[in-house]
């Protein structure tokens, strides 16, 4: 019994409290837990009726930047323990997942009292505010010399390289790939591969993601991030329209490619706005 506390400790708990590196046993952990988080989800959306389409994923994507918003705000050391274990980690999951999904079922509830005209507008208005009040937080508590290059160097390309994908996505057979979810999934990966190769390799940050830290150690440089995460995330969206039915009404395919984006974009926003902001 002893062994297996300290194996939690060591492995789960430390990580936490010390906000260091992920280790294989928690990172394997925090993504069976998304995915079972994911399906636990859709199946209380589908019962609440709340319909799960590329609206609700581009909805959505605020409440995943205010994430990574209110992670750089821990970053910063503007919260205290233990309010600050809370925004780590995978404990940070739960809180975003808290103030989404009250705020949805907040929108919904006025839009049947006709106090709103359309729920999903609201949800996305209010996430958005959120996050810019993070923003605000951040501009406040920063000081005046801000790294606005990196947003040259990271999210001009990002975008760049997005687009260029769209483009030429119906020359290899892929012309879903221009819906705005789709686009949006590769961008978040293309981001977090640019951010990750420009605050490690130029920048000395240290990259706390065990599989992302191997390749870089094997080629030498990030930078092999950027095409590797583009092919991935293709290969991904692919499947995901290979096994997708016409019929399917569940909302499986727009909830794992939600789950694509929060994995990209929670990890490059925060990335990007630590670089920013010097945290």
Do not use: W
């Not at 995330?233 to 019929?247: A, F, P, Q, T, Y």
Request: glycine share 6%; hydrophobic share 50%; net charge positive.
């Amino acid at each position: 019994m002893n062994g297996l506390i300290d194996f939690i400790n060591r492995n789960y708990i430390e990580g936490i409290i010390n906000d260091t590196s992920y280790n294989h046993f928690d990172m394997i952990t925090y993504v069976i837990i998304l995915f079972a988080g994911v399906y636990a989800v859709l199946k209380l959306l589908n019962k609440l009726k709340i319909r799960v389409d590329e609206e609700f994923v581009i909805a959505t994507i605020p409440y995943i930047f205010m994430g990574s918003v209110f992670r750089v705000i821990e970053d910063a050391d503007l919260l205290k323990p233990p309010v600050k274990y809370f925004f780590i980690t995978p404990l940070i999951y739960f809180v975003i997942f808290a103030i989404c999904f009250g705020t949805l079922f907040l929108t919904r509830y006025l839009e049947k009292l006709k106090k709103i005209r359309n729920y999903i507008h609201a949800y996305a208005a209010a996430g958005t505010v959120l996050s810019l009040a993070g923003i605000v937080i951040l501009i406040y508590y920063s000081s005046s010399n801000l790294n606005l290059d990196v947003l040259i160097y990271s999210l001009v390309p990002a975008m760049a390289l997005t687009e260029f994908v769209r483009r030429i996505s119906p020359k290899i057979g892929m012309t879903y790939l221009r819906s705005r979810m789709y686009s949006f999934a590769i961008f978040s990966f293309v981001l977090d591969s640019f951010t990750t190769y420009i605050g490690v390799d130029l920048l000395g940050y240290t990259n706390k993601h065990p599989f992302s830290s191997l390749l870089a150690s094997i080629f030498g440089t990030g930078f092999v991030l950027i095409p590797v995460s583009l092919i991935l995330v293709m290969l991904i969206i692919l499947l995901l329209e290979k096994d997708s039915r016409e019929d399917q009404d569940r909302g499986e395919k727009y909830m794992l490619t939600l789950t694509l984006i929060v994995l990209g974009l929670s990890m490059g926003a925060r990335n990007l706005l630590a670089m920013i902001f010097g945290v």
